[in-house]
């Protein structure tokens, strides 16, 4: 109970900070990027509230709609919210470097990588569905929450990973990005086909029925998800840029740059 609490005060923590920092720069910063925070943090409040615990102990049905929300639909509206863009603008500029040299460092750029993102992410949920682990998680309650938060960070670095639209100088370009999306939303459906199939997990109390049904959820769920993922790589893609203009000697181009600080 006391791992739960933790993980739901810093969901609300965050949003919190979030929510000072949009003060501080609400004149200049989107509507959209807000809401989009909003809507990430209430999906994943919603699927750690005590009703959908209580269902997500219970049925496995429950369990998979926690995974939905909290490792794919939530990281998707958290992620587009721009939360390292937004922190750039209001942190000191002292602290504002160290956030950008940690960013840069080695781990970090290896841990934020694609393929990395898409291993912590989706090939975890082969792990624990086709193992004895989810029957380990199910039945140890801070093994359980450190399941919750690894569905919530892992989801929110793949989907920065794809389609984050922070600052990122070696983030790689579209093409991998793209195929490395399709990749481990294919690998995802296949998962769920297999699980429907031979009724993975194969060590939960749960029906036959219910695994299927489970299952199911899985596989069309994340569809949504990647939806939602694939309109906000495309928009990005095709998003107009800012217009160049000639520097004073009419030699090269200098784009405009919009206020750094709020």
């Not at 006391?2 to 000072?20: E, F």
């Not at 102990?57 to 587009?80: C, F, N, S, T, W």
């Not at 160049?244 to 181009?253: D, Y």
């Amino acid at each position: 109970m006391i791992a739960h609490a933790l993980l739901v005060a810093g969901v609300c923590a965050a949003t919190l900070a979030y929510g000072r920092a949009w003060y501080a720069c609400r004149n200049e910063w989107a509507l959209r990027r807000g809401l989009s925070w909003l809507a990430g943090a209430a999906l994943a409040l919603i699927a750690l509230s005590p009703p959908m615990m209580h269902f997500g102990h219970a049925r496995i049905e429950g369990h998979m709609i926690q995974h939905l929300m909290l490792g794919m639909y939530a990281p998707v509206g958290l992620v587009l919210a721009a939360p390292v863009t937004l922190a750039l603008r209001v942190l000191p500029q002292r602290a504002g470097r160290t956030l950008v040299r940690l960013l840069a460092s080695i781990p970090v750029r290896t841990l934020v990588h694609p393929v990395s993102a898409a291993l912590l992410d989706i090939g975890a949920m082969f792990v624990l569905y086709l193992t004895p682990l989810y029957g380990f998680m199910h039945d140890t309650a801070w093994a359980g929450t450190l399941l919750h938060l690894h569905f919530l960070l892992a989801g929110c670095l793949f989907v920065w990973s794809i389609v984050g639209p922070d600052p990122a100088p070696h983030r790689p370009g579209l093409r991998l990005r793209l195929l490395v999306f399709f990749l481990a939303m294919a690998l995802h459906g296949a998962l769920s086909k297999y699980m429907y199939l031979h009724g993975y997990p194969l060590d939960s109390a749960s029906t036959l029925d219910q695994r299927r049904l489970a299952a199911e959820l899985m596989y069309y769920g994340g569809d949504l998800a990647a939806i939602a993922m694939a309109i906000a790589f495309f928009a990005a893609c095709f998003r107009p840029r800012a217009p160049a203009r000639r520097s004073q000697g009419g030699i090269g181009t200098k784009r405009t740059r919009t206020p750094t600080r709020c």
